[in-house]
């Protein structure tokens, strides 16, 4: 029995560590297309209109926050046998309301970022099609298909970033180019339906509804909010020079905490498996954190770098880049650790990182002034606010896997 469980163990890990090779490589192409993208558009609109494109990016990803918690909702309702179908019905509803709510929303961000409503337009209207596009990933998440998934993740990274940097060569303003990344990304929704394939049958008899989805936003929406809402405020605290600054940086931030994602994405289906949740969230704490870490001292020895990279202009922020990449790196780690609040269904605990939010709005609005004082009240906040919750996860691994053993022992 033993070498069996041992033979089973080996299989599983082998099986983790392909999966997080394969969609490594595909996030990894996206990541890459997506930061070559910010390079060319950081010398092709000049500081000022790089930091315009930056803010209405930032507005972008926070609209598309129910993508991200659809996927994680679907994955885990695919291990529990929901149907295909009906998991695509609740996308095309999350994509509506999105839709709407992105409309809605327009006027109000085109004012608090000082940019035109047309720009803003062309930014939120990605956010719907980003919705029926994670629907897809997430059946493909849930099923375990990593290979097909790595594919329509390099895919959607070259659906972005191919056709905004065609407009950017011809001239074009930051509205224009985010347009262009929108219809590339419905292409790309296309082709991910037709990968994911035909609906699966259901052997559950209970609903997925978008409360569910909602849910799981919430989660995914401070997430985000942690992580580009210090860039928004800085566009409009900051003077234009050093929001423009403060979004090159921001680049780097972005980059360690997107680059670890393939372990969430691998590791999140043994999440939603009671069975295999307190090795999977072990696992993914421990692998992002060490990775986290060699991230912060690359940041901090490649930072003189800096100005070749993206020029003399932005050579201001290169002092800072190892807290840029700090930031980062504390919010990958809390993302493992909230996945695991998803996939079991404990969303209360991102009322920790909500707390953590508003001191640190708070903190950006009344006392730092800036671009220092920025970068460090946003680093230190994912920093407290990671160590909390990951203790908190890590208590409560401990109760589930005590309760699991006992159950365990009163079935044999």
Known sequence: MSFRASSEADHTAGASVAGMGMVT???????????LLQVLASRMLGVEGYGEFASLLAAQL?????????????????????????????????????????VALAPALSAAMDVSMAATLSAVIAAPVLVLLAAEQGLLQGRGRFGALSVVLAAAGFGKVAPAVVVLVLGGGPGSVLLATAAGIGAVALGAR????????????????VLAVLQASQVQLVLIAM???????????????????????????????????????????????PLHSASAVRSALSVVAGLGTVLVIGGALASPLLPL????????????VWLFVLQGACLAVL???????????????????????????????????????????AAVTAAVTMVVVCALVLRGDQRGAGRMKSRTKDLA
């Open 194 to 209: 037709l990968t994911a394939g035909v609906p699966v049958n259901s052997v559950s008899e209970t609903k997925v509804t």
């Open 62 to 102: 926070v609209l598309a926050v129910p993508a991200l918690a659809l996927q994680s909702v679907v994955a885990r309702e695919v291990v529990r046998g929901r149907s295909s179908r009906e998991l695509r019905t609740v996308g095309y509803r999350c994509a509506a309301v999105v839709g709407v709510l992105a």
């Open 309 to 320: 990279v993206v020029g003399d202009t932005y050579s201001g922020v290169q002092n800072y």
């Open 227 to 273: 992580s580009a809402l210090d860039l928004v405020l800085a566009r409009a605290l900051l003077s234009s020079n050093e929001a423009g600054l403060y979004a090159v940086g921001a680049v780097a931030s972005k980059a360690a905490f997107w680059l670890p994602q393939a372990v969430g994405v691998v590791l999140y289906p043994r999440m939603a498996n």
């Open 335 to 377: 993302q493992s650790a909230l996945l695991w609040a998803i996939a079991g269904e404990r969303t209360h605990l991102a009322f920790v990182a909500w707390f953590a939010l508003a001191a640190e709005v708070l903190l950006l609005l009344f006392v730092a002034s800036t671009l220092a004082q920025f970068v460090t009240v």
């Open 25 to 35: 490589a595909g996030s990894m192409f996206a990541n890459v297309a997506a930061y």
